[in-house]
C-alpha cells in the first residue's frame, strides 16, 4: 500500500526562525512530489519535484527530493507569521494521476 | 496556471438532502478531479471526473453516494446525496495541467446537521 509520512506532525517557531519539513513516501512506480500550503480550504502548489538532488527555489522556500532514500524536505527560511499554515506532501504515480497525501505539518509562527 | 472557480463556497445542509458542487476551470483541461477533506484530516481523492465517460472512483466511494458529471472539458459537477453528517467535509476539484502538477480550486465547506 502507497505510503506518505510527514515529520512533525506540528511545531511552533518565531518570527526569524528556519524550519525544515519532512516527507518519506513508499510508492510502487513513483513519478513526482508535491508539496502544498493550506491555510483555509484551498491547498496552494508549492513546489513539484521529480529529479533527485536538484533544489527548487522560491523566496524563502526551498526544497529537494532524494528518490535514493525516498524524502523530501521544504525549507522556510526567515518565517514570517504569514507562513503559518500546514504544509501537504503528495505524491504521483507513474501510472494514473491520483494525488497520495502525506497527513500534513502544521507550522504556527509566533511574532 | 489554469483559474478555476467552485460553487458554492459553503453551505450548511439537512440530513438526507443532496448537495451539488460545480466546478469550473478557465481553460480545458483534461485530468480533472474531486477530493474530500474530513475535519483533522489530510486530503482523500473520491474519484477522476473522466470528460464524456462515468467517473472513475476510489476505493470507498460509490457513484451512488457521490454521482459526478463532466459534460466538457471545463467544468464538472459532484452531487453528495442522502447526506449525514459524516459527509462534513471540505470538497475540493483540482485539474492536472500540462506540466504534470495538480492545482486546486477555492473548495466547498460542507456541514450536514
Known amino acids: 500500500e502507497d505510503k506518505v509520512v510527514q515529520s512533525p506532525l506540528s511545531l511552533v517557531v518565531h518570527e526569524g526562525d528556519t524550519v525544515t519539513l519532512n516527507c518519506s513516501y513508499e510508492?510502487?512506480?513513483?513519478?513526482?512530489l508535491l508539496w502544498y500550503k493550506q491555510e483555509k480550504k484551498a491547498p496552494t502548489f508549492l513546489f513539484m519535484l521529480?529529479?533527485?538532488?536538484i533544489e527548487k527555489k522560491s523566496g524563502r522556500l526551498s526544497s529537494i527530493l532524494d528518490k535514493k532514500e525516498l524524502f523530501s524536505i521544504l525549507n522556510i527560511t526567515a518565517t514570517q507569521t504569514g507562513d503559518s499554515a500546514v504544509y501537504l506532501c503528495?505524491?504521483?504515480?507513474?501510472?494514473?494521476?491520483?494525488?497520495?497525501f502525506g497527513g500534513g505539518t502544521r507550522v504556527l509562527v509566533k511574532p | 496556471s489554469a483559474v478555476i472557480s467552485q460553487k458554492p463556497s459553503r453551505d450548511i445542509c439537512q440530513r438526507g438532502t443532496s448537495l451539488t458542487i460545480q466546478c469550473q476551470v478557465d481553460?480545458?483541461?483534461?485530468?480533472m478531479f474531486w477530493y474530500r477533506q474530513q475535519p483533522g484530516q489530510s486530503l482523500t481523492l473520491i474519484a477522476t471526473?473522466?470528460?464524456?465517460?462515468?467517473?472513475?472512483?476510489e476505493s470507498g466511494f460509490v457513484i451512488d453516494k457521490f454521482p459526478i458529471s463532466r459534460p466538457n472539458l471545463t467544468f464538472s459537477t459532484l452531487t453528495v446525496s442522502n447526506m449525514s453528517p459524516e459527509d462534513s467535509s471540505i470538497y475540493l476539484c483540482?485539474?492536472?495541467?500540462?506540466?504534470?502538477?495538480?492545482?486546486f480550486g477555492p473548495g466547498t465547506r460542507l456541514t450536514v446537521l
Open positions: 510508492v510502487t512506480n513513483f513519478r513526482s
Open positions: 481553460s480545458q483541461v483534461t485530468m
Open positions: 483540482s485539474v492536472e495541467e500540462a506540466s504534470g502538477g495538480q492545482f
Open positions: 521529480t529529479s533527485s538532488g
Open positions: 503528495a505524491v504521483i504515480k507513474a501510472a494514473g494521476n491520483k494525488l497520495t
Open positions: 471526473a473522466n470528460q464524456g465517460s462515468e467517473a472513475t472512483y
